[in-house]
């Protein structure tokens, strides 16, 4: 279990404007915080591998939910718009996921 000097330094965020997929998402350290489509944030990561990607968080009441996929964004598109497009489909899973 993290301290809450800990935690309050990993969740002391800088905008991630350049290369983030949602608009306003700040980085922190090691966490992510996205707004949501319902209200509150979601603190999470994600990441991707060769032929996987994931992407999740949990929001400050405990709600949690993580997608993971088995075709990179970039199997599936051939430019960066249709890799983007495709990388906002797995957090708008997530966004729906907690948000109903």
Sequence with gaps: ML?????KEMTTTVPADEGAV???TEYGLGLFRT???CGGELWGHGG???GYETFGGVTEDGRAATV??????SAVAADIEGVLEAHQHVQELVDTAICG
Aim: zero cysteines; hydrophobic letters at 45%; glycine letters at 0%.
């Design 68 to 73: 993971a996929v088995t075709a990179l964004s």
């Design 35 to 37: 707004p949501l489509s």
């Design 3 to 7: 301290e809450a000097a800990e935690l």
């Design 48 to 50: 991707s591998i060769h």
């Design 22 to 24: 949602t608009p306003n």
